[in-house]
């Protein structure tokens, strides 16, 4: 009857509740870094401060990603207007094809700190995230 006891759901071990709860801040901190999905753990995970730390660098890097689109689209239009231009517009698709990659690299970077259960600034735009209070 002991034994009976011993597997009911109320007495669970502690430490598989604090796993699961690790991994569901893992999950939400893996989602902080996948551009627009950044906004889920902002909000659903707000009282978290490990998920939350994550969540306002990925919103920085989302930020910074549309910017880049942005800009990229902008003078796409800007040099494709002149039919001289075929040069510099290739230079510039070098330009920002470098630049979505360290994009890319922040982001896994980011998923990186979160699997490991570290919570530190992503260089560049690290100290920024700090600033954001949502």
């Avoid at 990603?65 to 230079?91: C, D, H, K, M, P």
Wanted: aromatic share 12%.
């Amino acid at each position: 009857m002991a034994e009976e006891e011993k597997n009911t759901p109320e007495n669970k071990p502690r430490e598989s509740k604090e796993a699961s709860s690790i991994d569901e801040n893992k999950l939400f901190g893996i989602l902080s870094y996948i551009s627009f999905l950044c906004l889920i753990p902002l909000f659903v995970k707000k009282d978290n401060e490990f998920v939350y730390f994550h969540a306002k660098q990925g919103l920085v890097l989302f930020i910074l990603e549309i910017a880049v689109y942005i800009l990229n689209r902008i003078a796409i239009g800007f040099l494709f207007i002149s039919i001289f231009t075929l040069g510099i517009l290739q230079v510039w698709g070098l330009i920002m094809t470098l630049v979505n990659l360290g994009l890319f690299v922040l982001a896994i970077l980011g998923i990186v700190n979160v699997i490991q259960n570290q919570k530190k600034e992503l260089p560049l735009i690290g100290k920024y995230a700090e600033k954001i209070k949502i």
